[in-house]
């Protein structure tokens, strides 16, 4: 009986080493079948899904406002830059945001969604994001960066996992590197332990008319569920960056005083002068008759 139970246990051994799929089978299935690898996901299929592509830096910068776009190395400073991504923002504070996989040259939607390849435990799945909520803006004092508190639209497979709220930095390096980026926000994708969510937004269009912040991203996920991948997407806010009034209301015009009253005022604040000064009307000098009491 011993001896049996070595040579299952060596066989069981040389097999599992030999087939590198065998690890990435669950414990149940292992029990229940050992040899059936049907349902096992391929190495080939994970490498292929999960490794990230490249992401790509932005060429120019566009900001179109009073509906004309021009690139921003050409007519605006950084400064302005960032005071009109802070009234943007400010602007949709506490509201929601959509977001849409967009083509680089058009900048039109094609998605409604942003998708990305990811594993779940062993399981080969796609982690969707549709929409974010802005729920806190904070501008920092003296420097050219705007705090964010984001709420993602996180799903996979069907699932809404439980997401923390992700802290994220808007910051203007200058003309040509506008960023967000953020600490990494945790889900609970698995049963056991939190999933990190790291995302990268490099802006390269801004349209304060119609509130729209486009840019190359990067997502990438680190836990039980890992992979990710990047690409170009715009974020489609609620509210666009409000500009001045045009109607600014206007102090109203006040009554000239007659010339009796200028006399009256005038006499009031020079009670000695009895004689009013001559004055002029219509080319026809007047003297005032003194009264005799």
């Not at 050409?74 to 302005?80: F, P, Q, W």
């Not at 506008?178 to 390269?204: A, H, N, R, S």
Request: with cysteine.
């Amino acid at each position: 009986m011993s001896k049996f139970k070595a040579i299952a246990l060596l066989s069981f051994a040389l097999f599992a080493t030999s087939n590198c799929s065998f690890w990435n089978r669950s414990m149940q299935e292992v029990m229940n079948d050992p040899f059936n690898t049907a349902n096992t996901p391929s190495p080939e299929y994970v490498n292929r899904h999960v490794e990230m592509a490249p992401l790509q830096m932005p060429r120019n910068i566009i900001v179109c406002r009073s509906k004309q776009c021009a690139p921003v190395n050409l007519a605006m400073s950084k400064e302005y830059i960032y005071n009109s991504l802070a009234q943007l923002m400010q602007n949709n504070n506490n509201q929601k945001a959509l977001i849409c996989a967009a083509d680089t040259g058009t900048r039109n939607c094609y998605s409604n969604f942003i998708s990305l390849p990811i594993v779940v435990g062993i399981t080969p799945a796609y982690m969707f994001i549709d929409s974010v909520k802005v729920s806190d803006v904070h501008l920092s004092k003296g420097a050219r960066s705007v705090k964010l508190m984001l709420n993602y639209n996180v799903t996979y497979n069907g699932q809404t996992p439980d997401c923390s709220p992700d802290k994220t930095l808007l910051f203007v390096k200058n003309t040509d590197n506008i960023v967000m980026e953020d600490e990494g926000y945790q889900c609970k994708m698995t049963t056991i332990g939190t999933t990190t969510v790291k995302t990268l937004f490099l802006i390269d269009y801004i349209d304060m008319d119609y509130g729209f912040i486009g840019g190359y991203y990067s997502i990438g996920l680190s836990g039980p569920a890992y992979g990710g991948g990047s690409g170009y997407m715009i974020m489609r806010l609620a509210k666009k960056a409000l500009p001045l009034k045009e109607n600014l209301p206007v102090a109203p015009n006040k009554k000239q005083p007659t010339q009796v009253e200028i006399d009256a005022a005038n006499h009031l604040a020079h009670p000695a002068s009895t004689t009013p000064t001559p004055k002029n009307t219509n080319g026809v000098q007047i003297f005032p008759i003194n009264r005799k009491k």
